[in-house]
């Protein structure tokens, strides 16, 4: 009987830094022995293996993609060699496959399939924001992106107000890069002015900012968002 091989999911780095900085060294043991690999973006994963792993050959690697134009039906046969045998890592485009991530598809077809599944431990944006914004970490709900447009973006930051209020609970949310001093002018625009907000930018970079301020703090603030990752957190 031909044993199943596993799906590990493996972090990578939330930018340009050194992965040794960020990442625990099962990552680099785990790529070092996988050659197969389903990936956001070809380009992005090469030059993360390249950067944890150097001597690692580039051209006995095989890459799959996955993203928001992947239809369901393909991803099924992206598991076929862990059917015969073969380990595949996943690799999202920045920190942890599967959250916030079209990793998450692979990783419930490989439940379906019985085929062992394995996060490695690595940086996720979304719970470092949360674990450094002093906002209620007991219960909160990660959201997204918010509307684009400007009458239902302030009615969603409403919602999402009102939601923290009635339930106590911290509301995450991130914003398009270019977008995200937009995303801030609407923030301090529309909620109430005691209502706590959390700027959390370039998590594990050398330029990380993370503040956590009152709204009515918040205006008096110079900050520039612009195409720096960026979570925000709000609470009431």
Same mark, same amino acid.
């Given at each position: 009987m031909n044993l199943k091989g596993k799906i590990y999911l #493996?972090? /990578? &780095?939330? $930018?340009? &830094?050194n992965p040794i900085e960020v990442l625990p060294l099962v990552v680099k043991k785990t790529i070092e022995n996988i050659d197969i690999f389903i990936v956001e973006n070809e380009k992005n994963a090469r030059r993360f293996i390249k950067n944890i792993c150097p001597k690692k050959s580039q051209p006995l690697l095989t890459f799959k993609i996955i993203n928001k134009y992947t239809l369901d039906s393909e991803i099924p046969e992206m598991l076929n060699? /862990?059917?015969a045998g073969q380990h595949i890592g996943v690799i999202?485009?920045?920190? /942890?496959?599967?959250i916030a991530d079209p990793g998450a598809s692979v990783v419930e077809q490989a439940h379906?399939? $019985? #085929?062992? =599944?394995?996060?490695? =431990? $690595?940086?996720?944006?979304?719970?470092l924001a949360m674990m450094a914004s002093g906002l209620n970490g007991?219960?909160?709900?990660?959201? $997204?992106?918010?509307?684009?447009?400007?009458?239902?973006?302030?009615?969603?930051?409403?919602?999402?107000e009102k939601l923290s209020s009635d339930f106590q609970q911290s509301q995450l949310f991130i914003e398009t890069p270019y977008r995200n001093n937009q995303m801030f002018?609407?923030? #301090?625009?529309?909620?109430h002015s005691q209502t706590m907000l959390c700027v959390a930018a370039d998590i594990t970079l050398p330029t990380e900012y993370i503040k956590t301020f009152t709204v009515d703090h918040w205006k008096k603030e110079k900050i520039d968002l612009h195409k720096r990752p960026t979570l925000f957190i709000l609470q009431k």
């Open positions: #493996i972090p /990578c &780095t939330l $930018g340009i &830094t060699p /862990c059917m999202s485009d920045a920190g /942890c496959p599967g379906l399939k $019985g #085929i062992k =599944v394995i996060p490695l =431990v $690595g940086p996720s944006s979304i719970l007991q219960s909160f709900s990660f959201n $997204g992106y918010l509307p684009i447009d400007k009458k239902e973006r302030k009615t969603e930051i409403k919602r999402l002018e609407s923030l #301090i625009k529309n909620l």
